[in-house]
């Protein structure tokens, strides 16, 4: 009798952790974040836009969480301080695709140390516009990812929040944004 209530708990606990076993991933949906745009039409109008800018970018901050805001989406915007600007931003772009933000705003404080948070923001289906500075490519020999999109910043913080928004209406559309490199506009990133 002890021998049989032994061997069913132990069947038990083994089928108990056989079901905890499985891959698991930072990212919320393993999928392009180019499939965001193309089959499903965009995303909600009042989706989580993520905004991670600079500690020098506290005016464009107010900028884009008032415009966005004003486009009908829900900004959550995110200003690394001075010190350790780098680790505030991977943080931040990781907690932002946690929260299901649709897409992301990036001016990098330094641009390479966002690679691994970049591609598990693509991984989980997030649209990436980089502000200012293009963002590198993560993997090996070019064939990685980057921002899918680029807004400069020659030009003034109105001028930036405004070229961003439409840019994220864009996408919110599901319409690929307009790209003209003469022209100032987003740049593809591809």
């Known amino acids: 009798m002890l ?3 032994a061997v069913t708990v132990a069947l038990a606990a083994a089928l108990t952790l056989a079901g905890c076993q499985g891959t698991t991933s930072a990212a919320p949906t393993p999928v392009q974040s180019t ?8 995303f909600d109008q009042q989706a989580v836009i993520g905004v991670v ?3 020098d970018d506290a005016a464009l901050a107010d900028r884009l969480r008032t415009d966005l805001t004003d486009a009908g989406f829900r900004p ?15 943080t931040a772009v990781a907690q932002l695709v946690r929260k299901g933000a649709k897409a ?17 923001a693509h991984d989980a289906g997030v649209v990436v516009v980089s502000l200012g ?3 590198p490519a993560t993997g ?19 001028d930036t929040a405004a070229t961003a928004v439409d840019v994220v209406q864009s996408l919110q559309r599901g319409e690929k944004p ?13």
């Open 133 to 135: 500075d293009p963002l």
């Open 178 to 190: 307009e790209t003209d490199p003469t022209d100032g506009d987003t740049t593809d990133a591809e």
């Open 35 to 42: 499939d965001l745009t193309s089959s499903d039409g965009g």
């Open 76 to 90: 959550d915007v995110r200003v690394a301080p001075a010190s350790g600007a780098a680790a505030s931003q991977r």
């Open 3 to 5: 021998r049989i209530v």
């Open 53 to 55: 800018l600079v500690h």
């Open 140 to 158: 090996t020999g070019g064939d990685g990812v980057s921002a899918d999109y680029r807004v400069p910043s020659e030009g003034d913080d109105a």
């Open 104 to 120: 992301l705003l990036v001016h990098a404080a330094r641009p390479s140390a966002l690679t691994g948070v970049i591609q598990t």
